[in-house]
C-alpha cells in the first residue's frame, strides 16, 4: 500500500510512526464524508503501546491501494 503524507498531517507534531501504530492498533474508526472516490477514515488510537492517551488520524483511502493521511493530532 503506498501511503502519502500531506504537510498538515505533520501540523500537531504527531512523528509518523506514531500515526502508522494509531491506525493499525486503532481502538475504534469510522467513515466519514469525504472526496468522490475516496473512503475517508477517522482513527482513534494510542500512538504507541506504552501510553494511556490517544491520538485521532484522518485518512483518505483511495483505490486501487493508497492512503492520504492529512490529519493527525492529539486527543
Do not use: C
Request: no cysteine; glycine share 6%; hydrophobic share 45%.
Amino acid at each position: 500500500m503506498g501511503i502519502e503524507w500531506i504537510a498538515s498531517a505533520a501540523r500537531h507534531n504527531i512523528p509518523q510512526a506514531d500515526t502508522l501504530y494509531a491506525i493499525t492498533h486503532a481502538a475504534g474508526s469510522t467513515q466519514i464524508e469525504g472526496h468522490a472516490g475516496e473512503t475517508t477514515i477517522v482513527y482513534v488510537g494510542h500512538p504507541h503501546a506504552q501510553t494511556e492517551r490517544y491520538i485521532e488520524v484522518i485518512a483518505a483511502h483511495r483505490k486501487p491501494r493508497s492512503m492520504v493521511i492529512f490529519h493527525a493530532m492529539e486527543l
